[in-house]
């Protein structure tokens, strides 16, 4: 179960572990068990660690959060804690 | 003691002291700024769509890979990395080589506001670290960032948006290096996004202008701090080698001058200055009406410098070279051995294919490739027609001062309209204060004919004749006529025909005259010669008869006595 790609991919950028990132780290996490539970993975790139890999997914704001599967590619930057802009970025129907 | 030595030391120093800058290796930029672009600052670019902004500044940076060894940063916010590299293709600049040998990043940042969402605070980190590490990748000094203000559309928190720029620009200086940003132009402000606000150090506003549908693109530095720079709108061209900026009016009036002096190449016309020809390096300006044979005097003094092995320059605003090397063939000048031979180059185009400047920049580079030793524009009053007469004076003043600069020599035709007086045209008006020597030729009308005068009206430094010369043209050529003084003045065409032909009866009656006198004295003589024959036969029969009568007396006494003796002895 969990070596299958996940049904939803996301990818956090950010630059060092500065409050704005660890806050949206704990954000998208809380949002995915919400409503993604089970079905999703996150990968976090640290850009001063791996910088050339900003051009990839023409990174320019930090923290952003890529939604790299399923297609199309979303981005949202901030640190995430609009909950509301999150899941419309992420187009992601709330449970209820 | 101490004191004395040490004051001058100082003052040096200070004197010594010169602004960092770098060099942006743009024709004319580094002229106008002094030097470049402040070193280790950054750089707003700011002027309306398609003015050339994104072209400078990738000259900036491959200029400084190319002649400084400074690698650079290309990051563009508007066209991709491949449109770039095909864009500056075109001017010669080789983007592909130039990252494949590691001296030049692109990075081309794309911002979609469909694809981005924002949700909270966030900073422009990625765009620090991308920044940064295409720095760190080519040691670069030079960065570019093609035009930064679309982020301002790809995102919406404007208030983070201002404070990271400011942060990207101090986070520039200090890295140290040269920055150049440029800006869409504002209605209000220098750019759309108020970026000057950031980047004060040096401001430089491109404009496109079209003024009665000829375009001048023009270049300003609007401020520079800790630098004097040159404050006027400089005229810029975009040409196969990108941009050349124009900074004529910086240059000073401190030329060389030379008391050398050239050959008019026009027989007769030399002898009418008095050192047998104009200065090295000066100007003249031939003026005349119509049909003066104005571009026959500029072609002789072409084939005159090139036979001396001058380089020579011809513009012509009137006429396609080959036309004027037929024309010129016709009274007996070859100007196309000379093409081949290299020392003369006739560059014809229309007046008003270009603004004036671009007139200039094209000498100016013609000059610079070309290094010729003569000039001759022919005729510089078609220049009117693409300029007011502030703007064409303004250009020839620059021109002139260009030419004088390189030690050129230069003749300058002008066309003006007839008049009966001798009052200069709008050509000659702004032109003749600032050249060196001026002769005009003029039609001389009378008589029911036309015919050719020249003559000087200054000579800067020289002594000159002042005759009007009566010349011809023929096939063999321009030909100086001596001067004919009649009763009224000079004489010309058909009086001085006439003149000659009176001078030529008058001569031959006097011969004439003598002739008859001659045969007068002659037969004067004869007759006395007669008269005397006359009278000696006149005398000698008088004699004759005396002689006779002498006898006759003589025998007659005889006679006498003989019979007295005769009537005695009968006695």
């Known amino acids: 179960m969990r070596k299958e790609p996940a049904e939803w991919q996301l990818l956090l950028y950010i630059a060092g572990q ?13 949002y995915a068990e919400e409503h993604l539970a089970g079905k999703y993975s996150i990968e976090i790139i640290d850009l001063l660690v791996n910088p050339q890999l900003a051009e990839g997914d023409q990174i320019l704001a930090v923290p952003t959060l890529v939604r ?29 | 003691m101490n004191f004395t030595v040490q ?92 990252k494949a040998e590691k001296k030049l990043v692109v990075d081309h940042v794309r911002v979609e506001r469909s694809e981005i969402e924002e949700a909270g605070e966030y900073d422009l980190d990625g765009l620090f670290v991308r920044l940064g590490y295409a720095i760190d990748t080519i040691k670069a000094k030079r960065v570019v960032l093609d035009t930064l203000e679309s982020l301002f559309s790809g995102l919406d928190n404007q208030a983070i ?13 200090e890295r140290g290096v040269t920055a150049v940003i440029t800006g869409e132009r504002g209605e209000a402000t220098l750019t759309r996004q108020g970026l000057e606000e950031y980047v004060s150090d040096c401001v430089i506003m491109l404009d496109h202008r079209v003024i009665e549908q000829v375009s001048t693109r023009r270049l300003r530095v609007i401020k520079y701090r800790g630098s004097t720079h040159g404050t006027n709108e400089y005229p810029f061209l975009i040409d196969e080698d990108g941009i050349s900026v124009l900074p004529i009016t910086s240059l000073k009036l401190d030329n060389e ?37 104005k571009t026959t005097i500029a072609a002789y003094f072409a ?62 580079k013609m000059i610079k490739d070309f ?14 027609t693409v300029g007011s007469m502030h703007e064409v004076r303004s250009m020839l003043v620059r021109l002139i001062d260009m030419l004088k600069l390189n030690n050129i020599t230069a003749l300058f035709t002008s066309l003006n309209k007839q008049t009966d007086d001798l009052r200069p045209d709008l050509a000659e008006e702004s032109v003749s204060s600032l050249v060196d020597t001026w002769i ?14 020249v003559f000087i009206i200054k000579s800067r430094g020289m002594g000159h004749s002042n005759q009007v010369r009566e010349f011809i043209i023929s096939n063999k050529g321009i030909q100086l006529l001596d001067v004919e003084l009649g009763p009224n003045g000079i004489l010309t065409g058909a009086a001085r025909k006439s003149h000659e032909l009176n001078k030529k009866v008058s001569k031959l009656k006097l011969q004439d005259e003598l002739e008859r006198k001659d045969r007068e004295i002659a037969r004067r003589k004869k007759v006395l010669q007669a008269n005397i024959e006359a009278l000696q036969g006149e005398f000698e029969s008088a004699v004759e008869e005396l002689t006779i009568l002498k006898a006759t007396e003589e025998l007659k006494s005889k006679a006498l006595i003989n019979k007295s003796t005769d009537k005695a002895k009968k006695k």
Request: charged fraction near 25%; aromatic fraction near 6%.
């Open chain 2, 257 to 293: 001058v030379s008391s050398e002096t050239v050959s008019t190449g026009v027989p007769g016309l030399d002898e009418m200055f008095e050192k047998r020809g104009i200065y090295r390096g000066s100007n003249i300006l031939v003026s005349g009406t119509a049909g003066t044979a």
């Open chain 2, 161 to 173: 948006l201002r404070a990271e720029l400011r942060r990207l620009f101090h986070w520039l200086k």
């Open chain 1, 68 to 96: 790299k599967f399923p297609e199309p590619i979303r981005k949202i930057i901030g640190d995430l804690s609009n909950e509301e802009r999150v899941l419309v970025g992420l187009n992601i129907k709330p449970l209820k």
């Open chain 2, 371 to 384: 290094k010729p030793t003569t000039v001759i524009i022919d005729p510089i009053s078609n220049l009117i």
């Open chain 1, 18 to 30: 500065t409050p704005k990132s660890i806050k949206a780290l704990s954000n998208i996490k809380k």
């Open chain 2, 7 to 98: 004051k001058p030391k100082a003052s040096q120093t200070e004197a010594d002291f010169k602004f960092p800058k770098t060099p942006t290796g743009v024709e004319g930029l580094d002229e106008i700024t002094e030097g470049g672009f402040p070193k280790g600052r950054p750089t707003l670019i700011c002027g309306g769509a398609g003015c050339g902004k994104t072209l400078l500044s990738m000259q900036f940076l491959i200029k400084g890979i190319t002649e400084f060894g400074e690698p650079g940063v290309f990051m563009s916010f508007e066209e991709p990395s491949n449109d770039l590299s095909m864009n500056v293709r075109s001017l010669g600049f080789d983007l592909e080589k130039l």
């Open chain 2, 440 to 453: 005009t030729v003029r039609d001389m009308e009378g008589l029911g004919e036309r015919n050719r005068g």
């Open chain 2, 303 to 364: 084939n005159e410098q090139c036979l001396k092995k001058e380089k020579t320059v011809y513009f012509a605003f009137e006429e396609s070279p080959q036309q004027l090397v037929r024309n010129m063939k016709s009274i007996g000048i070859d100007l196309e051995k000379h093409i081949k031979s290299g020392y003369l180059e006739i560059h014809s185009s229309r007046p008003s294919l270009n603004g004036l400047e671009l007139h200039l920049l094209t000498l100016r």
